[in-house]
Every structure is written in structure tokens, then in C-alpha cells.
């Protein structure tokens, strides 16, 4: 409807300033021009994005098979001499993310053996463009994640942003001093969950800790019988779930019943009702309750 209406606006202004022999302007678009917007995308598909900044600079991203990614860039006259952003024989992803912030040009660049046959990225690039001139690059390359999917800018500042199922990564570059270091920030687990809880049978006991902005831990002991003490990682589930992320590490004697459950099938559910922890076998139908934990 907005299109529609801004279409039949247009037009009769045409006809109107036609009849008025091209005096009406009140119909221009006084919006003031300004060099800090945010750009926009001219082009665009698998191999290359061409971007056009807010005061009309352009450049374009571009993969190279076999040999990584490149730029080029021009204001009036012929396109610069392309050069390399980031050198990789690895094979490129589908796109290229381009944003742009004033003179700031922030983009994002996957790679991956068989990435446009279906597999993750192997290789999550970041990339910052700046100057009048569009004349300096710098780029990071990171492993282990499936891309950068958030660009913020901030004043001479850009922040690369992944989220995840438990928490987010970031990657921030500042004008002057190139990129820093990836920073992980865990989502925590509600307090709830913290503290020890001792198996109903007393054969082992649970405790739940989390320090900061660092990924939640649990730790399982078994209190009598044989030993065994095994700690790992994890990540909250819905409101009321505590899910194991990864394989547990012992660090005390072997493995028993519940030290630990089985990850990837199991989770501890924190009961509202009665302000008990339960061991739920989620895989089996109807769900099975393996055992109940009371607070110590």
C-alpha cells in the first residue's frame, strides 16, 4: 500500500509540473543527502556483491576460486586494480556480505570444501574497508563456528556477531587498531539450577556452577560405592531444562550409574511445583523419570 501510494504521488506531481511548465517543487524529495548513511547493495549473487556507499563510493567483493577473496573499488572514474582481502584455497561459500556505516564497509566471507554442496563453512572471514578512498582493508579469519551473521557499527568501530544455542561470539575491529581477539560470552542457566543436589537415593550428588560470563558447569560424585567424579559443560533448555553440551570428562575414578547420564538423551528438569530437580530420559516415549534430586 506505502509503494502504491508513493507511486500515484510521483505521477502526479509529473503531471502537475508538466502543466506548470516544470515550476511546481513541491514535490521534491527535500530529504537531506548525507555521507553517514548506511549504503546500499547494487548486485548481487554467489560469487560477488557490488556496494555503493552512502556518498557514492563503490566497491565490489568478489571470490576467487582456489585463491580467496578481492576488492576493487571507484568513485567516477575506472575500478582500482583489484587486489586481495584474504588468501585461502579453500573453496568459497554461497554470497558475500556487504554493510556499510558512513566511510566504514563491513563484510562477510565463508569458505568451505564442499560448502555449496550442503556442508557448514569451514572458514568465517570478517572484513573492514575504510578512508575517503576505500584504501584500507583489513580482514580475520576464524574456524569452528558457521558464520558471522550480525555487523553493528559504532563510532570508528565495527562488531562481528554469531549467536548460538548457548551463547554468542563476538568479533570487534576499532579504527587505528585493527581487529582484537574473538570473545565468547555463555548464555547463563537460571539461578535455580546453582548449588548442590543430592540423588534421592544417595548415591551421588549434583552441583551446578557458572562464574560470570563463562559456560555453566556440572559437576556429578558418586557418594558411595565405587568413585567417580566426571565434569561437563551445560546449557539451559526452555525455561525449566538443563542440557549436557558435549561429552562428560572424568577427572575421578570410572564411570558409573549417573556419573554421568547419557548426554544427548538426557536432561535435569527443575520441578516448579515442589522445587525439585529430576533426571528426565527425554528419547524414550512417554518421557521417563531416571531419578529426583532434592537440594543439600
Not at 89 to 96: D, E, S
Not at 262 to 279: A, H, N
Request: net charge neutral; proline share 5%.
Amino acid at each position: 500500500m506505502g509503494r502504491m501510494r508513493a507511486a500515484t504521488r510521483l505521477a502526479v506531481c509529473a503531471v502537475a509540473s508538466l502543466f506548470a511548465g516544470g515550476l511546481l517543487t513541491g514535490c521534491a524529495d527535500t530529504r537531506p543527502a548525507s555521507d553517514d548513511g548506511p549504503g546500499r547493495v547494487l548486485k548481487k549473487n554467489d560469487d560477488y556483491t557490488v556496494f555503493e556507499r552512502a556518498d557514492g563510493m563503490r566497491v565490489e567483493l568478489r571470490y576467487r576460486t582456489g585463491r580467496g577473496l578481492t576488492e576493487r573499488h571507484r568513485r567516477d572514474g575506472d575500478w582500482s586494480a583489484e587486489h586481495f582481502v584474504h588468501r585461502t584455497k579453500t573453496a568459497p561459500c554461497q554470497g558475500i556480505t556487504v554493510r556499510g556505516h558512513g566511510e566504514l564497509v563491513a563484510v562477510i566471507a565463508d569458505f568451505a570444501a564442499y560448502c555449496r554442496d550442503g556442508d557448514p563453512p569451514m572458514e568465517n572471514v570478517a572484513v573492514v574497508g575504510s578512508g575517503h578512498d576505500l584504501t584500507d582493508w583489513a580482514a580475520k579469519g576464524t574456524r569452528g563456528g558457521d558464520g558471522w551473521e550480525k555487523v553493528r557499527f559504532g563510532t570508528g568501530s565495527v562488531e562481528f556477531e554469531e549467536r548460538w544455542f548457548s551463547g554468542t561470539d563476538t568479533l570487534s575491529w576499532t579504527s587505528g587498531k585493527g581487529f582484537g581477539s574473538e570473545r565468547r560470552q555463555y548464555k547463563p542457566i537460571r539461578a535455580g539450577f546453582l548449588g548442590t543436589w543430592r540423588a534421592e537415593d544417595g548415591s551421588h550428588q549434583l552441583v551446578f556452577t557458572q562464574a560470570g560470563k563463562g559456560q555453566p558447569l556440572l559437576t556429578i560424585s558418586t557418594l558411595n560405592g565405587a568413585p567417580c567424579t566426571v565434569e561437563v559443560p551445560v546449557h539451559q533448555v526452555g525455561g525449566t531444562s538443563v542440557e549436557m553440551s558435549g561429552e562428560p570428562r572424568v577427572t575421578r575414578g570410572g564411570k558409573e550409574r549417573f556419573c554421568p547420564p547419557k548426554p544427548f538423551e538426557t536432561d535435569y528438569e527443575l520441578r516448579q511445583d515442589d522445587g525439585s530437580l529430576r533426571l528426565i530420559d527425554f528419547v524414550s516415549s512417554p518421557r521417563k523419570e531416571l531419578m529426583r534430586y532434592e537440594r543439600s
